[in-house]
């Protein structure tokens, strides 16, 4: 950020306003580009209404995360992270609560009060996938097919090769002058009242083992939140925040490359209905 310019000769006024003009100029165009704690990049509504907020209910506790929907062809399924469903036994719950998301009439996404219960098995039955990949902190819930109030287009992230990125492609865009953002719901506690998708922006810090580490302050209530890049006024999911520590506010998140290759058997099913 520019210092402010320092005081000139009175009698050289025009200099002076001048270098003030200038000096606001280049504020001006760094919250452009960048965003402040006063102005911050606005998501388009398309990476708002992808992301539900979940809870995992157990009889002793209530955990809070965040869940990306995604669609291939008629079926839907939430991607969160696995430790968001796994229970004190350290085994998977059977079942989370998602709130629904709702459009305001100034297309504002909010998560709503209206519950929904997702099963992620029945005696007999399981309808969540673990990753192929060992040490990989996701998990995928099928939700069904022809969800009628998720089911509209532009409300769902789609697996093609322009939402799911490959590796090569993501590390194109880890790049520290571009700005990034952990989209989601910080934990505040149990609550079912309205709330919007919060982020801030930060920065791209570098690759610590599996993980892409941003300078981005998430909370707990963020395990399972979208990881965005922001390039040339285009948006581009990279990751999914799998770990925080909120002392040094750095966000850990899995590359979101690993959701084709640690699914692969899901996605070969269903290409195959």
């Known amino acids: ?56 209910v157990d009889s002793s506790y209530i955990k809070e995360a965040t869940g990306v929907i995604f669609r291939d062809k008629n079926m839907f399924f939430l991607i969160t992270n696995k430790h968001v469903v796994e229970t004190n036994t350290g085994g998977i719950s059977d079942s989370l609560v998602l709130l629904m998301n709702s459009v305001t009439k100034k297309g504002e996404t909010i998560s709503t009060s209206n519950r929904r219960s997702i099963y992620l098995k029945r005696p007999g039955n399981v309808f969540y ?60 506690g149990f609550s079912l009242s309205e709330r919007t998708p919060e982020y801030i922006w930060g920065d791209y810090l570098g690759i610590v083992g599996d993980y892409i580490t941003l300078n981005v302050p998430a909370q707990p209530g963020n395990s399972g939140s979208p990881v965005l890049v922001r390039k040339n006024q285009s948006y581009y999911f990279i990751g999914i925040v799998a770990k925080v520590d909120t002392v040094k506010k750095i966000s850990y998140a899995i590359p979101s490359s690993y959701i084709k290759e640690c699914f692969k058997k899901f996605f070969e099913y269903i290409d195959k209905r």
Do not use: C, E
């Open 129 to 188: 996938f673990l990753p192929s990949l060992t040490g990989i902190d996701l998990i995928l819930i099928a939700l069904g097919m022809n969800n009628s109030n998720i089911s509209k287009v532009d409300t769902v992230y789609s697996i093609s090769d322009s939402t799911i990125l490959s590796i090569d492609d993501i590390y194109k865009l880890l790049d520290k002058n571009l700005v990034f953002t952990a989209v989601g719901y910080p934990g505040k």
């Open 1 to 56: 950020m520019p210092f402010a310019p320092a005081p000139v000769d009175p009698g050289n006024a025009l200099v002076y306003l001048s270098s003030v003009i200038k000096y606001w100029l280049l504020i001006a165009i760094a919250l452009l580009d960048y965003g402040s704690v006063f102005s911050q990049p606005n998501l388009p509504t398309k990476h708002k209404s992808v992301i539900y907020r979940v809870q995992q």
